[in-house]
């Protein structure tokens, strides 16, 4: 019961993005929302998506764009485990997580051929995300342990609760310049903040063994920071535009501030041996929670980015198609418990996207992306997991008047499921037990956007 009980105790880490790799978030403009191929922008969102190419920009002068996006998402786990008493020994622990409003912000001034640009938004990071009724991890192995002693679950009752949330703060500014009617370059940086937050429990109420009550409690902030260099390159020439931008891998540490990790275990009688029985369990329960004590800190680097894109008007100031490749190097960016060595390769996306002018007021466009991780079971968790996908955006813009737009957009991901099966074994099984089981992972994602970008 003490391995058992002391292998399910980690808390929930939100992972992933709404687009992009595993830690990074490329949905940062909602021209990126209802086109997804933005590597050969010209525009605003160029800033992010291809800040080089801003040196071809017509307008001279300052250029401001805000833009709202809601995100919502359901991150389930389908848990097959033979004491689950469930239709088919299965049970599907449901998560939760959704951001409202994520807010990102640009601005560039244009001079000759100088642009100076800034950038704001969440660059990396899940959101929230909360599975109420806990995840198997915890109820398994504890239910495992009270059958080997010939406890039935009529005799004891588990209840569990995990809530996660990570955002990465992305402030970005850099200089592009033209070197002549066909090449532009780009340097810049961006200083991102880490903000996390873990909260959650299991209590175990059995009546009938040693142990009377089991109580784990842990509420962790963590904090974080590091910076991002960023290089770009654009290449145009007639309707064909080449860019490129590549980011470098990105040192971050995060620090523990713990306001609550403790773990109490009674023994239902305060007769031996269940007193000794009690202190021992209760003593490596807390040892398994020292990776979120007060003050300890975790890699969670953000891996260096390499986009390319080609983009080419079909119709010239008429119909535009773009074609994008981006790489994330997420096997040698650190992680905890260096969870990212297995890995078998980094994340590799595939966009492409059409924009059509109908005329001078209104625009329409669709794109979509594929993402393929490297992914294993070794690195897959019911606490953090994710599945390849392909995503669909589209929308339009409404050019209000010769200085104002409006963009609106609307992308959903389609999630491949990842199927984890566990053999039984001593030691080794399903969640730290004996016994066999299997995990089915599934996703769903959808995002809406609105935006304006104004022209002084």
């Not at 995840?135 to 809530?163: C, R």
């Not at 390159?233 to 080449?242: M, S």
């Not at 957009?409 to 984890?420: G, I, L, M, V």
Request: glycine fraction near 10%.
């Amino acid at each position: 019961m003490k391995k058992i009980l002391l292998a399910s105790l980690s808390l929930i880490a939100v992972s992933s993005a709404w687009a992009g790799g595993l830690l990074s978030n490329t949905n940062q403009h909602i021209a990126f929302n209802r086109m997804m191929a933005r590597g050969a922008s010209t525009e605003i969102d160029a800033v992010y998506s291809n800040p080089a190419g801003t040196a071809f920009n017509e307008h001279e002068g300052l250029t401001l764009s805000l833009n709202i996006q809601s995100a919502f998402q359901t991150r389930n786990v389908d848990a097959t485990f033979p004491l689950f008493l469930t239709e088919g020994n299965t049970k599907r622990y449901e998560g939760n997580a959704a951001a409202p409003v994520l807010p990102s912000l640009f601005a560039m001034y244009k001079k000759d051929k100088w642009v100076f640009q800034a950038g704001f938004g969440v660059t990396g990071g899940g959101g929230k995300c909360s599975f109420d009724d806990g995840l198997p991890m915890f109820e398994a192995p504890i239910m495992a342990g009270l059958a080997q002693m010939k406890i039935t679950p009529d005799k004891y009752a588990i209840t569990s609760s995990m809530k996660g949330r990570q955002y990465v703060f992305g402030l970005q500014a850099g200089a592009s310049y033209k070197f002549n009617e066909h090449f532009a370059g780009h340097l810049g940086a961006r200083v991102n903040y880490f903000n996390g937050n873990y909260t959650g429990f299991v209590k175990s109420d059995v009546k009938t063994s040693p142990i009377g009550n089991i109580n784990v409690e842990l509420d962790c902030n963590q904090t974080g920071w590091g910076v991002t260099p960023i290089i770009g390159l654009d290449y145009k020439v007639g309707r064909l535009t080449l860019a490129s931008k590549f980011e470098y891998k990105t040192k971050l540490n995060i620090e523990n501030d713990t306001k609550k990790n403790d773990a109490s275990v009674s023994p239902i009688a305060e007769v031996e041996p269940a007193i000794t029985y009690a202190k021992a369990l209760e003593a490596n329960v807390k040892q398994s929670l020292t990776p979120y004590n007060h003050g300890v800190n975790t890699p969670n680097d953000l891996p260096s980015v390499l986009y390319v894109a080609a983009g080419y008007e079909i119709l010239p100031e008429k119909l535009r198609a773009t074609v994008e490749y981006h790489f994330y190097d997420d096997k040698h960016a650190g992680m905890a418990g260096d969870k990212q060595k297995s890995l078998t390769r980094g994340t590799n996306e595939y966009l492409a996207g059409v924009e059509w002018d109908i005329n001078k007021m209104f625009t329409v466009s669709t794109g979509t992306q594929i993402t393929s991780y490297g992914l294993s079971d070794d690195y897959q968790s019911q606490t953090s997991f994710s599945c390849n996908s392909y995503s669909i955006g589209l929308g339009g813009a409404v050019n209000l008047t010769s200085k104002l737009k409006l963009n609106v957009a609307y992308f959903w991901t389609t999630y491949k499921d990842y199927t984890k099966s566990v053999e039984a074994g001593n030691p080794g099984g399903y969640c730290g037990s004996t016994l066999a089981g299997k995990d089915v992972y599934s996703r769903t994602n959808k995002v809406f956007g609105v935006g304006l970008d104004y022209k002084f």
